[in-house]
């Protein structure tokens, strides 16, 4: 059984566990990251289950070869607002608005 790596730099809600079931019919354009959906359900370990990041994916990394050098301009940081109502619109998942944050992490699969 191999193990596979992917790195993501989010803007978006931390949460332990979600408030509903992760594999849902309704939930799979968040999960598979369809092409029209800006909103995305990343679990940082399907080994260990820590949890999930909610929210935009400013940048992806590959499994071969990792994160490359990405700018992410200051405009994209600056979107606290606009993520917060997708969430809760979407995902129907309170949260305000200083519980979103910038996340770098790997998803270990």
Same mark, same amino acid.
């Given at each position: 059984?191999?193990?596979?790596r ?5 803007? #978006? ?8 079931d992760?594999w ?8 598979e990251?369809?092409a029209e959906?800006?909103l995305?359900?990343?679990?940082i370990?399907n080994?260990? #289950?820590?949890?999930?990041v909610? #929210? ?5 990394g590959?499994s071969y ?12 940081l600056?979107m606290?607002?606009?993520?917060l109502?997708?969430i ?10 200083e519980?979103i944050?910038?996340?770098?992490f790997?998803?270990?699969s």
């Open positions: 059984m191999g193990v596979e992917s790195e993501y730099v989010m803007i #978006g809600l931390y949460l332990k566990e979600l408030p509903f992760y849902a019919d309704e939930y799979l354009r968040y999960i990251g369809w959906e800006t995305s359900i990343i679990p370990s080994i260990t #289950g820590e949890g999930y909610i #929210g935009r994916v400013l940048v992806q590959d070869a990792g994160l490359e050098l990405t700018e992410i301009d200051s405009d994209d600056v606290d607002s606009e993520v109502k997708e809760e619109e979407k995902l129907k998942i309170s949260a305000v608005e519980e944050r910038l996340y770098a790997s998803h270990w």
